[in-house]
């Protein structure tokens, strides 16, 4: 049985409606399914509850945007006289979104050319993002899947969920999976129950993982019967997707607190955007929130080149500011790690202000968030080798081709070449006497790689047995 007090009705006072609902029961108002059945999308519904600018009426009439779908909840937290509002600027489209820019694309961060099956995208070594479906309870304007978000026709089939579940079998290196969509606390109960018990079934996966703007949409979907079935999949995590502190009410509140009374470890994502949270105040006023609501805030992203976010991009030293803005300006659990999603496909690149000034052998000359400049002494007489019989013992996981820096910093590698480069430095040449692949040893570096020996050792004279035999048994 959970810790949840699942007895207990969903009576939290309603605090967060638009008097277009006032007449709504409250027993219908907190019904998660009444509020996706009564979603707001075209100029007629959202003109009832928000005085609409001519730009977003001509956004929300244009073919082939981006899909708008709003919860009553959720428009309720829009101030309808200002078309600044940043809850609003998140979910109503305006014709700014029609205008291209410069590097847009459609998958920018070339998620479905890295899925191995459709859905499944397999970017880190140990870990795997799962995408069950493309719908979700409202859409937000900058989304990065919208190329899938919102179309029904693009949504997974049974026959997709199987192939990326056996995928996850077959693939002993994937501890950690994340569900994501679309968001996948809008799937039907039963099949999201379902994929939890299929992915807890696999030995190796470690952790399940979901992102979700339900809790901030759609907080009533968060029932007592949800957090009970979660809580027989741990360790589970969730991370939540909240911008601005106006989308802390005390319904969202009241979810997290059912949620992490479930035991579920609650994160925050949130997207840097202009005009929206772009700000050193406002984002230290959104994270000392969260903590508020024992939600940690985890990342903050760069709005991604994805099509119809251009007028919601900022620079990025913008997040570089914020960030410095918050380090030691407030506590280390509110600060959350500012990242650029490569484009093209590379993954979160953590991007902070940089706090060592200079460094020397034995000192480091570092700055802290006041200007205070300080130097750490390092010891000249420190073994980082001292370890290495405790690290035996932890067995390494694969990373085939993923080392990356870390490879040539433990002696996997001297150098990391771009593709084709030997080739362009061969200048179109034939092989010739002092370059041919014969004489490859000569580029191998001593003690680099695994076919080498570790020089020190080399030197090393070997270890006598006791009948004057090297101890090499294996020969
Ligand atoms: S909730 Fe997530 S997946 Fe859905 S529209 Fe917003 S950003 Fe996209």
């Known amino acids: 049985m959970s810790n949840q007090k699942a007895a207990q009705p969903m009576t939290e006072p309603v605090y967060t409606r638009a008097p277009y609902w006032q007449d709504v029961p409250d027993a219908q108002w907190m019904d998660w399914r009444w509020q996706m059945a009564n979603r707001l999308n075209t100029v007629d519904e959202l003109g009832k509850v928000i005085n609409l600018t ?7 009439s244009a073919k082939g945007l981006f899909r708008v779908d709003i919860t009553p909840y959720f428009a309720s937290l829009i101030d309808p006289d200002d078309p600044s509002c940043p809850v609003r600027l998140q979910v109503i489209p305006t014709d700014r979104e029609m205008v291209p820019f410069a590097s847009m694309m459609e998958d920018s961060l070339a998620e479905d050319k890295h899925s191995p099956v459709p859905g499944l995208v397999h970017r880190y070594p140990d870990r795997v993002l799962m995408l069950v479906t493309t719908q979700c309870a409202s859409y937000c304007r900058y989304c990065t899947r919208s190329r899938i978000v919102g179309d029904p026709t693009q949504t997974f089939s049974r026959k997709e ?7 996850i079998e077959k693939t002993p290196q994937i501890r950690d999976v994340l569900l994501s969509g679309g968001d996948p606390m809008v799937l039907a109960p039963k099949l999201l129950d379902m994929i939890l018990a299929r992915l807890r079934a696999i030995p190796h996966v470690e952790i399940i993982r979901i992102g979700s703007r339900v809790p901030v949409f759609l907080p009533m979907r968060v029932t007592p019967e949800f957090c009970d079935m979660v809580s027989k999949y741990h360790p589970f995590w969730m991370n939540i997707h909240v911008n601005h502190h106006k989308e802390i009410t005390p319904e969202l509140a009241a979810a997290a607190d059912r949620l992490t009374r479930a035991g579920v470890p609650l994160g925050n994502q949130s997207v840097l955007l202009a005009g929206i949270n772009d700000s050193v105040h406002l984002q230290r006023r959104l994270v000392q929130d969260l ?5 940690r805030p985890y990342y903050l992203y760069q709005c991604d080149l994805v099509e119809g976010s251009g007028h919601l991009r900022t620079s990025v030293s913008k997040g570089i ?10 506590s280390g659990y509110s600060v959350p790690t500012y990242v650029v999603d490569a484009p093209g496909g590379g993954g979160k690149i953590p991007v902070q202000p940089n706090y060592v000034i200079s460094q020397s052998p034995g000192k480091v000359v570092l700055r802290n968030f006041e200007g205070f ?10 073994d980082p080798d001292m370890i290495k019989h405790q690290e035996a013992l932890v067995a390494p996981r694969p990373e085939p081709g993923q080392e990356g820096v870390l490879g040539l910093l433990e002696g996997q590698k001297m150098f990391i070449e771009p593709a084709g480069f030997s080739d362009v430095h061969a200048r179109g040449g ?6 041919s692949g014969e004489l490859a040893h000569k580029w191998q570096p001593l003690g680099v790689g695994s076919i080498n020996p570790d020089p020190l050792k080399l030197a090393e004279p070997a270890p006598a047995d006791e009948n004057g035999s090297d101890n090499n048994d294996d020969a």
């Open 161 to 167: 969920f199987d192939a990326q579940i056996e995928y």
């Open 321 to 330: 500011e914020i960030i410095e803005g918050l380090r030691g300006h407030t």
């Open 291 to 295: 903590v508020k609501i024992r939600v």
């Open 430 to 435: 034939a092989e010739h006497r002092l370059r």
């Open 373 to 382: 400049i300080t130097t750490y002494t390092e010891p000249l007489d420190y």
């Open 54 to 60: 001519d730009s977003e009426k001509r956004a929300l």
